[in-house]
């Protein structure tokens, strides 16, 4: 990677700052991913450009909220601390978060869901409001999300639990009844 004296102010910028290597890596990426866009040097962009740069990230490469909140930091940042144009940095928007409007259900979706969980404790919940199902109904999975078979248990507890059944079997009206198993027992 070139390293221009505009980059090496930037990374003194940052440095001096103390802040983190992954952030001085995006915002490195992302001024310079701008500066390619134009195919010029930051320093020689202004408002117009920066604007129209945001516009074609938000509606014509539709990045996401996050990414397009990253790269406003990262002019902001640039025009602000390596630039020295805090005029310019007002005018940067960060832009807003669209709203997503909570699902209303109908009258009768509400009632089917009501007639649905008063049919039993064992109706699949999540696939009554469209959702995926939950986890427990679904396979364990394993390291590298591969699906994992269940253990066997263990033979010793296999054992122990075989020799204590009957013993822990008990009539009705009586107390139950705990004989060791032959192996724990005393040969005194």
């Given at each position: 990677m070139?390293?221009?004296p505009?980059?090496?102010?930037?990374?003194?910028a940052?440095?001096?700052?103390?802040?983190?290597?992954?952030?001085?890596?995006?915002?490195?990426?992302?001024?310079?991913?701008?500066a390619?866009?134009?195919?010029?040097?930051?320093?020689?962009?202004?408002?117009?450009?920066?604007?129209?740069?945001?516009?074609?990230?938000?509606?014509?490469?539709?990045?996401?909220?996050?990414?397009?909140?990253?790269?406003?930091?990262?002019?902001?940042?640039?025009?602000?601390?390596?630039?020295?144009?805090?005029?310019?940095?007002l005018?940067?928007?960060?832009g807003r978060?669209?709203?997503?409007?909570?699902?209303?259900?109908?009258?009768?979706?509400?009632?089917?869901?009501l007639?649905?969980?008063?049919?039993?404790?064992?109706?699949?919940?999540?696939?009554?409001?469209?959702?995926?199902?939950?986890?427990?109904?679904?396979?364990?999975r394993g390291?590298?999300?591969?699906?994992?078979?269940?253990?066997?248990?263990?033979?010793?507890?296999?054992?122990?639990?075989?020799?204590?059944?009957?013993?822990?079997?008990?009539?009705?009206?009586?107390?139950?009844r705990?004989?060791?198993?032959?192996?724990?027992?005393?040969?005194?």
């Open positions: 070139v390293s221009t505009l980059r090496q102010r930037m990374l003194q940052l440095s001096i700052r103390n802040l983190s290597p992954r952030t001085t890596v995006t915002y490195i990426s992302l001024v310079s991913r701008f390619l866009f134009f195919h010029r040097s930051p320093d020689r962009l202004g408002l117009p450009e920066i604007e129209q740069y945001l516009f074609f990230l938000r509606d014509e490469n539709k990045v996401s909220y996050c990414l397009f909140k990253q790269t406003v930091a990262a002019l902001r940042f640039f025009y602000l601390y390596v630039m020295d144009r805090p005029d310019l940095v005018h940067i928007p960060y978060h669209e709203k997503h409007f909570p699902i209303v259900l109908s009258v009768d979706e509400t009632l089917a869901i007639a649905a969980l008063s049919a039993g404790p064992r109706v699949d919940h999540g696939s009554l409001f469209g959702r995926a199902p939950s986890r427990r109904s679904l396979p364990p390291r590298g999300h591969r699906l994992r078979a269940h253990a066997p248990p263990h033979p010793s507890s296999q054992r122990s639990q075989g020799s204590l059944r009957p013993a822990l079997s008990h009539r009705a009206g009586t107390a139950p705990v004989v060791a198993p032959d192996d724990a027992r005393d040969p005194a």
